[in-house]
Structure formats: C-alpha cells, structure tokens
C-alpha cells in the first residue's frame, strides 16, 4: 500500500473520530463549556481539546514534517507550531478535568488513566523542547539525535492514545452505561477510529520513508 493511500486512511480516521466525539460530547452530553456552572459540561472539554490536541494535531505535525513535499525549514516550522498548539490545548484541557473533580469532589490523579495522560504530556513537553534545541543545532547533533526523536514522537502518539482508551474506559464506567447502548457503541466507534488514526500515521510516516 502506497504512503498516499495510508495517508488519505489517515485523514478519515482522524476526521472521523473527531465528527464522532463531537456528535457524543454535544448530543449525548449536552455540551462543551470551561466556564460552565455543570460540571459535566467542564468536564467535556477535557476529551476534546486532548483529542483535538494531542493525538490529532500531533498526528498532522508528524504526517506534515515526514510527507508534505515543501521546503524543509518551512515544513519544520509547522511540525513546531502544530506540538505547540497541542502543548497549549493540553494545558486547557487538564485544567479543565482538574475544575470537574473540584466541582464533583474527585480526587485528582488517582486512575491508570491520570498516570499514563499526565506522564504523556511531561515527555511531550520535553520532547518538544529538546526538538527546538537539536533544530537550530550543528548539523552533526541534528543527525544524531533525529532517529531518536522520530522514535519518540510515534511512541508518544501511542501513549497519547492509550491515555485516550483508558480516558474512555474510564468515563464508560462513571456513567455506568448499559452493554447495547446507542451511546455505549458510539464511544467504542470512536475510541476505534482514534486507534486506526494513529496505525495509519505510524505506517504512512514509516511507508514514506522507504519511499513507497
């Protein structure tokens, strides 16, 4: 399969999960609001903007930085100001769960979830930190230290969605939803099509570099 023809299985995924999010967040659970007096509705914003930031923003840096045939500088700029977008609705969106469990008295950072959602964004942030160091770095540092940031950038995509699955998991359970659920199957749906966008990320950036 051509780099193109994943690429484009990508896209779908991707815009997929985000229509099925959104038609879940705001059809099933009333909407998206930060300065809401309902606590659910705060709530909503922290799967938005860490879907929307953290696995389908970083998704496009990493598809932009390693297929879009422009000028490199060009092209890692974008790659930079993508992560940062997703570094700064991140920060939103953990704020966000944070005001829920003090509006709901919830303790804070007890679950897998928190554990592995929190640990994402700290390597992330470093991540991008040490990207910015190595990119305006001696040509030698740059080549060195790229597989290595390469490697992690596509294990931090993964993490992010496995922060994701456990996210959901976690909110199925509080809702104590039924088996066959309408609601019940579209988060499946969803938690599937974010799982697909990112296997179709890691094998579009991997079939491009063997120049497929």
């Known amino acids: 399969m051509r780099s193109s023809s994943t690429l484009a299985l990508a896209q779908l995924f991707g815009f997929l999960a985000l229509i099925l999010l959104l038609v879940w967040l705001l059809h099933y659970r009333g909407g998206i609001e930060y300065d809401s007096e309902d606590p ?13 930031g953290f696995i389908f923003l970083v998704g496009q840096a990493i598809m932009t930085h390693h297929m879009v045939t422009i000028e490199r500088t060009t092209r890692k700029t974008i ?49 991008w930190l040490g990207g910015l160091m190595f990119m305006f770095g001696a040509r030698e540092s740059r080549v060195s230290v790229s597989p290595w940031h390469i490697a992690g950038g596509r294990a931090l995509l993964y993490m992010a969605i496995c922060a994701a699955m456990t996210g959901f998991m976690n909110r199925y359970a509080m809702l104590k939803l039924l088996p066959h659920q309408r609601e019940t199957h579209l988060i499946n749906f969803t938690a599937l099509a974010i799982l697909l966008f990112g296997v179709f990320v890691d094998i579009s950036v991997g079939l491009a570099h063997y120049g497929h």
């Open 40 to 52: 659910d509705r705060v709530f909503n914003v922290h799967p938005f903007l860490m879907y929307f």
């Open 79 to 127: 790659h930079a100001m993508l992560h940062l977008i997703a570094i700064v609705l991140g920060i939103v969106g953990i704020c966000a769960v944070f005001k829920y469990h003090d509006m709901v008295n919830l303790v804070n950072v007890y679950s897998l979830h928190s554990w592995i959602g929190l640990g994402t964004f700290c390597l992330f942030g470093l991540q």
